[in-house]
């Protein structure tokens, strides 16, 4: 069974940086595209980024390019998402998530996804 487990989130000033970490275990992680998305309250799931299943790809929602780093480490299996330069509306739950198929590309499309992680809190205030 699939697991994915978010670490890394917490509440950091405007201008701050923090590192989103996401394991998973139960998968031929290698195989697999990643993404991360994020959800604020009152708003629904949107992109944040995704990198292909060997990392030689990504793709960045408009909001975060410039500022936000898609990463993975196939041998620990862990993708990785460092923010930088967060801003107030940044504040949201980033989930992880893992595709249905292996060998695809990094997709922003949700329903791409089958695997998502339980979340973790990321809030940007003075």
């Known amino acids: 069974q699939v697991q994915l487990v978010e670490s890394g989130g917490g509440l950091v000033q405007p201008g701050g940086s923090l590192r989103l970490s996401c394991v998973a275990s139960?998968?031929?992680?290698?195989?697999?595209?990643m993404g991360w998305f994020r959800q604020a309250p009152g708003k629904e799931r949107e992109f944040v980024a995704a990198i292909n299943w060997r990392g030689s790809s990504t793709d960045y929602a408009d909001s975060v390019k410039g500022r936000f780093t898609i990463s993975r480490d196939n041998a620990k299996n862990t993708v990785y998402l460092q923010m930088n330069s967060l801003k107030p509306e940044d504040t949201a739950v980033y989930y992880c998530?893992?595709?249905?198929?292996?060998?695809?590309?990094?997709?922003?499309?949700?329903?791409?996804?089958?695997?998502w992680g339980q979340g973790t809190q990321v809030t940007v205030s003075s």
């Open positions: 998530g893992q595709t249905r198929s292996p060998w695809t590309i990094a997709t922003r499309i949700a329903h791409a996804y089958a695997y």
């Open positions: 139960g998968t031929i992680f290698a195989m697999n595209a």
